[in-house]
C-alpha cells in the first residue's frame, strides 16, 4: 500500500481535539485503517487519501497546529486550501461551494466532513480495472453510486482536473470519492463538477396511501444504480 495508513488515526484525532470531526465522522475516517473496509483493493492501489472539511472560513484555521504535524500547503485559492501530511494523507479545507444543494442537518456555521476521498492516479489498465469494480462493490453493498467523466471529458473541481471520478454513497452524510488519473492543478479555472448529491439526504416518504385508502409502509429498493 503506497499510503502509510498508520499514521491515519493521529490525524483524525487531531481533527477531532479541533472540533473539525465530530465522533461519526472521526468514527468513518478510521474505519479506512479496517481490513474489512468494502473498498480495500481500491485503496490499496490509491496513491493518497482526502478528507475535504467544511469549515465557516479557512482564515481561521490554526495552521502552526498543522506544520507541527509535518503538514505542507499543496494547494490555496479562495475559500479552499489542501494540507498534505506525511504518510500520503491530505485534509482539504473550504468555505466554498463543493457540492450540489442537498437536504442536510449541517450549517454553513459549523465544521462538517464533506466526503472522504481516495485517490488513484496511476493509470494502468490493472488500476482502472479495479476503479471501474466500484460500482459493482456500491451495489453489492446496497450504496447509490454516480460517475463523472468518461475517461475522455475529465471532471473539473476546486482548481483541479482528473480523468474520471466514482462518488459513492453509502448512507446519509456518508460519501466517498474515487479520482482516477493524474491530478492537473488550474490557477484560474475552479472547475463546474461539484459533487452530485448524496441520495440517502432527500425527504425519505414512510408511508403512502393504498387504493382503498389505508397507509401502507413504503421499501427502499436493495439495489441502488444511478438513481437521479
Avoid at 6 to 13: D, G, P, R, Y
Avoid at 94 to 100: D, G, L
Avoid at 150 to 156: A, E, I, L, R, T
Avoid at 163 to 192: D, S
Wanted: hydrophobic letters at 40%; a negative charge; aromatic letters at 10%.
Amino acid at each position: 500500500m503506497k499510503i502509510q495508513i498508520n499514521q491515519l488515526q493521529a490525524i483524525v484525532e487531531m481533527l477531532q481535539d479541533e472540533k473539525l470531526l465530530n465522533n461519526t465522522e472521526g468514527s468513518l475516517a478510521s474505519s479506512l485503517e479496517e481490513n474489512n473496509f468494502v473498498f480495500l483493493p481500491q485503496l490499496e492501489i490509491a496513491d493518497s487519501i482526502h478528507f475535504h472539511i467544511h469549515v465557516p472560513d479557512i482564515a481561521k484555521l490554526d495552521e502552526e497546529l498543522f506544520f507541527d504535524r509535518g503538514a505542507a500547503i499543496e494547494n490555496k485559492k479562495e475559500g479552499y486550501i489542501k494540507y498534505g501530511f506525511p504518510g500520503s494523507i491530505k485534509c482539504i479545507f473550504s468555505h466554498i461551494p463543493v457540492a450540489q444543494k442537498e437536504q442536510s442537518s449541517f450549517l454553513s456555521c459549523q465544521a462538517y466532513l464533506d466526503h472522504i476521498g481516495i485517490d488513484i492516479r496511476s493509470e494502468d489498465k490493472s488500476s482502472y480495472i479495479l476503479f471501474q469494480q466500484i460500482p459493482l462493490i456500491a451495489a453489492q453493498n446496497d450504496f447509490y453510486f454516480k460517475r463523472q467523466g468518461d475517461g475522455v471529458d475529465v471532471v473539473k473541481c476546486c482548481h483541479m482536473q482528473v480523468k474520471e471520478k466514482y462518488w459513492v454513497y453509502a448512507g446519509k452524510n456518508v460519501n466517498y470519492e474515487f479520482a482516477f488519473g493524474p491530478l492537473v492543478i488550474h490557477e484560474t479555472g475552479f472547475g463546474i463538477d461539484l459533487r452530485p448529491a448524496n441520495p440517502f439526504n432527500k425527504a425519505v416518504v414512510e408511508e403512502t396511501e393504498s387504493c382503498c385508502g389505508q397507509p401502507v409502509a413504503t421499501t427502499t429498493p436493495k439495489i441502488f444504480v444511478n438513481q437521479n
